[in-house]
């Protein structure tokens, strides 16, 4: 677990950017683990 990682299930890494961006103001991350990895 990390600190920019969301509790949200993803497929692909496109479905993690407005989730990262709502959560901290910026649309970049990846899918990991099934999991969206935000980049800060």
Avoid: I, Q, V
């Amino acid at each position: 677990w990390c600190s920019t990682c969301l509790d949200l299930e993803c497929g692909a890494s496109r479905e993690c950017y407005d989730p990262c961006f709502k959560a901290f103001g910026r649309a970049h991350g990846k899918c990991m683990n099934n999991k969206c990895r935000c980049y800060t």
